[in-house]
């Protein structure tokens, strides 16, 4: 039987800090001692195989910007973009169940964001109680 989708994603970005590393690198590039400062308490060990993990699945691309000490700047692939719904979703859960954590909210007007699935084939939003959700 061929692995689920949700455990092929867990296998990639589904331990402690890759989310975390992840989000991290949606502004743009960053400096190994940036994102040290960014996703805190992440040991240096723990974020260099991170770093390194993510660049062997293809989310992260490391380039050079010093030779004496060698040293990389990380932007993410477009694979590594396309996580960006997935954690504003997880980012979203976490805040509706934490009463201190601050919900995410539209920049415009400030009204509280909603996630939703929508098929723009039948162009109408998909509910939980239909069954036409497939995988």
């Known amino acids: 039987m061929p692995e689920s989708p949700l455990h092929i994603a867990l296998s990639k970005v589904g331990d402690r ?21 960014t996703v805190a308490g992440i040991a240096p060990n723990t974020l260099s195989s991170r770093l390194k993990a993510l660049e062997a699945d293809g989310l992260v691309v490391a ?4 030779e004496r000490p060698l040293r ?7 694979a590594g973009k396309d996580l960006a719904g997935a ?5 979203a859960w976490g805040a509706e169940h934490n009463a201190d954590a601050e919900v995410p909210r539209h920049g415009l007007c400030g009204t ?24």
């Open 17 to 37: 800090w890759t989310l975390l590393v992840i989000e991290a690198l949606l502004d743009g590039a960053a400096r190994f001692g940036d994102l040290e400062g």
């Open 63 to 66: 380039t050079p910007y010093s």
């Open 112 to 135: 509280p964001l909603e996630v939703r699935w929508y098929c723009p084939t039948c162009d109408r939003e998909a509910t939980e109680d239909e069954e036409a959700w497939e995988f």
């Open 72 to 78: 990389y700047e990380y932007t993410l692939t477009a």
């Open 87 to 91: 954690i504003r979703m997880l980012t």
